[in-house]
C-alpha cells in the first residue's frame, strides 16, 4: 500500500509547470494508472474469476476481460480458478458451454492433482457452482491450493 501511494505521488504530484499543459498531463496520469495496475497485480497468488453461467448474452463480454487477465504478463504463470456461477438456475450453461464460450477447451490443465511444477503451464479450471446454495467453489478453491505456493 505504501508502495502505490508513493508511486501515485511520484507520478501525479507535484506536476512541474512544463507538464501542466493537458496532453502531458494525461500521458502522466495513464502512466500512473498503468503503473497502480502492475502494483495491484504484483505478487498475485491467483486470480479467481467468477463468471455468471446464466448470463449467456455477457459471455463474449467475459470472455475479453478474461483474456486481458491471461495476457497480462504481470500475471504470466498465475494458476487461473474460473467459476461458473448460478447453476441454481435452470438453462444455466453447462461446464462444457461454458468452457466452449470462455475459449478454453484446450487450455483447461486437468482437476484433481496434476503436478505443473516442472512444465510452463499455467494451472486453469473450469469449476461450476452456485453461491447461494454454497455448492461447487469448494472443489474449485481445493483444486487451486495445490498451487499456491
Ligand atoms: N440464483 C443465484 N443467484 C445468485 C448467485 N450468486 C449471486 N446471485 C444473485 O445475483 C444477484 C447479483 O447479480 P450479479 O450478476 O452478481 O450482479 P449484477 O447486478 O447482474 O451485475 P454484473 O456484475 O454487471 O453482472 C444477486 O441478487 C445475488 O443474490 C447464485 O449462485 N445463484
Ligand atoms: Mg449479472
Do not use: H
Not at 506536476?15 to 502522466?28: D, H, N, V
Not at 448460478?86 to 490443465?109: C, H, M, Q, V, W
Amino acid at each position: 500500500m505504501r508502495n502505490l501511494k508513493k508511486q501515485i505521488e511520484e507520478n501525479l504530484l507535484p506536476l512541474p509547470f512544463s507538464l501542466t499543459q493537458g496532453y502531458e498531463k494525461c500521458l502522466i496520469r495513464v502512466k500512473a494508472l498503468l503503473n497502480l495496475t502492475q502494483s495491484l497485480f504484483d505478487g498475485v497468488d491467483a486470480v479467481v474469476y467468477l463468471v455468471d453461467a446464466f448470463d449467456k448474452e455477457r459471455f463474449a463480454e467475459s470472455k475479453k476481460e478474461l483474456d486481458a487477465l491471461l495476457s497480462d504478463e504481470v500475471l504470466a504463470n498465475v494458476p487461473f480458478l474460473i467459476l461458473g456461477n448460478k447453476i441454481d438456475i435452470p438453462y444455466a450453461a453447462s461446464e462444457d458451454e461454458l468452457r466452449y464460450s470462455l475459449g478454453l477447451t484446450n487450455f483447461t490443465t486437468g482437476k484433481g492433482k496434476v503436478n505443473l511444477a516442472d512444465s510452463n503451464v499455467r494451472p486453469l479450471e473450469v469449476f461450476m457452482c452456485s453461491i447461494v446454495r454454497k455448492m461447487g467453489y469448494g472443489d474449485g478453491f481445493k483444486w487451486l491450493s495445490q498451487y499456491i505456493k
